[in-house]
């Protein structure tokens, strides 16, 4: 299978702190991901660079095998949710989602198309019309999941994206998030410090601690055997 997601000894350090020490980590086509671990460990920053958010101090990352040095965000390729990113409050739900075919020229018709298939994954359908004001948070996080995805993006990156919402809705937009992933066969780097939403979401974990990877495995495999102190006291705490 192909690499999609392809991060190599990346740093980035603020002044003199590390945030994030030599980091390195493939995800394959079609992979669910969680980065896992305590506040303050790195966990947005990995997404930041992926995005193009931000800059590395060091390293390298590619995404479907192409290097994404000095590539601007919007060209990357990349769907996000997260949470600081926040729909265009003057805007419709519409034209929310529809904001990323319009820059990037698409046709009418197509950006109709398109617009209608992602408000039914998301069954947004009836609130087309609303502005973001007029929604709930869980409906806010599903325009912000639409748009994301509304051209297709190999990739997807999700930061904390259910952190906000109740936990009722947490567990019904989680299932909706993996459905959609498999239908589409994305391939997905999830943030979360929930540590069921990491259990039943994800193909792999990797729990991160001070900026570096402290484990990466198989939900059950880091549940069953983690490798350090960190790991398992991190992984016993309740949340
Ligand atoms: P997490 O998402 O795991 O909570 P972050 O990636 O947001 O952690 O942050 C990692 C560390 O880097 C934190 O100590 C944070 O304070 C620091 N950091 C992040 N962004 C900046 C910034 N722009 N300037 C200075 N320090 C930052
Ligand atoms: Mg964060």
Known sequence: ???????????????????????????????????????????????????????????EILLGGRSMLGVMPHLRNVGMVFQNYALFPHMTVFDNIAFP?????????????????????????????????????????????????????????????????????????KFEIKRIQRQFNMTVLFVTHDQDEALVMSDRVVVMREGAIEQEASPHEIYARPVTRFVADFLGESN
């Open 101 to 173: 075919l319009r820059v990037r020229n698409e046709p009418t018709v197509k950006i109709e198309d398109k617009v209608a298939s992602v408000l039914d994954l998301t069954r947004m359908n009836e609130y087309r019309h609303r502005y973001p004001s007029e929604l709930s948070g869980g409906q806010q996080q599903r325009v912000a999941l639409a748009r994301a995805i509304v051209f297709d993006p190999k990739v997807l990156l999700m930061d904390e994206p259910l952190g906000a919402l109740d936990r009722h809705l947490r567990e019904q937009l």
């Open 1 to 59: 299978m192909s690499t999609s997601i392809e991060i190599k000894n990346l740093s980035r350090k603020f002044g003199s702190f590390h945030a994030l020490r030599n980091v390195t980590l493939s995800v394959t086509a079609g992979e669910f991901v969680t980065l896992l671990g305590p506040s303050g460990s790195g966990k947005s920053t990995v997404l930041k660079l992926l995005a193009g958010f931000d800059q590395p101090t060091s390293g």
